[in-house]
């Protein structure tokens, strides 16, 4: 672990300062067509950016981290817990090279992450290359993000609460290794869709092999009855664009995973005995913003045919649904308030193992924005709740803080 993060840290410096160093030389008079862009931009939020002469290279890097402090109390207010931490520090590069048709796109993680049951070693989050022989055409081969529900594809770096919901948290996919095709109907105004899918290992970041020839089929569909959201807002929450017109986005996925051998497909404890379970999950999405208001609601859930296994004490596989709704508003395109609840219900054979009916988080949201997503803070203050829960000792009321830089 420690040999590896030192390797990738003298990497980054030894590219950055080449960069940095980096003179543009003479290039042989070019066509008009060909596009000539500065050699340098930098710029907050955006990255260092540097482009060869004419369309041969470019490449972006970002730099970005959060800090979080959190706070947890029992139903009368006694505290339970602290916790501080480093939650992200990541370094991402994109761009293009030979041609703008390739491109692609690595990040990497430097702090460990519990979607990796084999080690704490996760540095390579993303890593794909993409061909796009059109603007509405784009095939990737490498790892990263499962086009699932929209709170996973969202970045954590562009969530307008601290964390993604409890809902994404259980149902939610995460990054793959596998092929990834997309179709964007070219359309500026009025009506248009998405189409995405892909056929991944289906075992999670950095697994290597499936060796019981599982794999995991996804499809996902978006849909935009009024046009599509400046800025890229699909992917982002909070209406930092301020939408002049009604925008909506309707959006409905599902993902089959073969053979599956850890608990939630590629996140999870491995199932015991190299066992493998068939994994169904659903997901379905609705987004809407106008003038600073943000509304969004995700519904989502997992079929299993066979979710307990012998070991009474731990393994055993989530089925079930749940729903969660949020929204915000931005005074001054520098503070926004948002109010979310999530629930979750587990299925009743599972309910036993869960230790709950039902599970339900409201959260109260406050984000001063200095630079966008770039430069934030966030506060957050959550009431849990369980209905027949087994144990009442859980935590009741978690307030959260988080600072974001990023580059």
């Not at 996973?152 to 259980?170: H, K």
């Not at 066992?275 to 989502?300: E, H, I, P, Q």
């Not at 649904?321 to 054979?349: D, H, T």
Request: glycine letters at 10%.
């Amino acid at each position: 672990m420690q040999t590896d993060l030192r390797s990738a840290c003298c990497a980054l410096l030894l590219l950055l300062g080449a960069l940095l160093c980096a003179r543009p030389t003479a290039a042989a008079p070019q066509p008009d067509s060909v596009r000539r862009t500065p050699a340098f931009a930098v710029e907050i939020g955006k990255g260092i950016t540097y482009r060869s002469p004419g369309e041969s290279f470019a490449l972006t890097m970002r730099l970005r981290m959060q800090s979080l402090v959190g706070l947890s109390f029992d139903r009368d207010f006694t505290f339970r817990e602290i916790e501080a931490r480093i939650k992200r520090l990541q370094v991402k590069f994109n761009g293009y090279v030979y041609s703008p048709k390739l491109v692609y796109y690595i990040q990497l993680g430097f702090t460990g992450h519990a979607a990796n049951a084999r080690s704490n070693s996760d540095i390579v989050a993303d890593a794909i290359l993409y061909y796009r022989p059109s603007a509405a055409w784009s095939f990737g081969l490498g790892q990263t993000k499962i086009q699932g529900s929209r709170a996973q594809i969202t970045s954590s770096g562009l969530l307008q609460f601290v964390d993604r919901s409890i809902v994404n948290g259980e149902f939610g996919s995460d990054r793959d290794f596998g092929i990834f095709i997309q179709y964007d109907l070219p359309r500026d105004k009025g009506f248009t869709f998405t189409a995405k899918s892909s056929v991944t290992l289906g075992e999670g970041r950095n697994w290597g092999r499936s060796t019981n020839g599982g794999l995991v089929y996804t499809r996902r569909l978006e849909f935009y009855p009024l046009g599509r959201f400046k800025q890229k807002g699909e992917v982002s929450e909070g209406d930092l664009a301020h939408e002049e017109q009604v925008r909506i986005m309707l959006a409905g996925a599902f993902s089959y995973n073969h053979k599956a051998v850890r608990t939630q497909g590629q996140r999870g404890d491995l199932l015991p005995d190299g066992a493998s379970r068939n994994l169904s999950n659903w997901y379905a999405d609705f987004l809407l913003k106008y003038r600073g208001f943000s509304f969004c609601a995700d519904f989502m859930g997992r079929t299993c045919g066979r979710p307990l296994f012998d070991d009474e004490a731990r393994t055993w596989i989530y089925t079930g649904w749940g729903c969660n709704v949020q929204a915000g508003y931005i005074i001054r395109k520098r503070w926004e308030v948002a109010l979310r609840n999530s629930m979750l219900f587990p299925r009743s054979k599972v309910q036993p193992r869960a230790g709950y009916e039902r599970r339900g988080q409201t959260t109260l949201g406050v984000s001063h924005y200095l630079v966008g997503h770039a430069i934030k803070f966030q506060a957050d203050l959550s009431y849990n709740h369980r209905t027949r829960a087994v144990k009442n000792d859980y935590t009741r009321w978690a307030f959260t803080f988080q600072m974001e830089v990023g580059l």
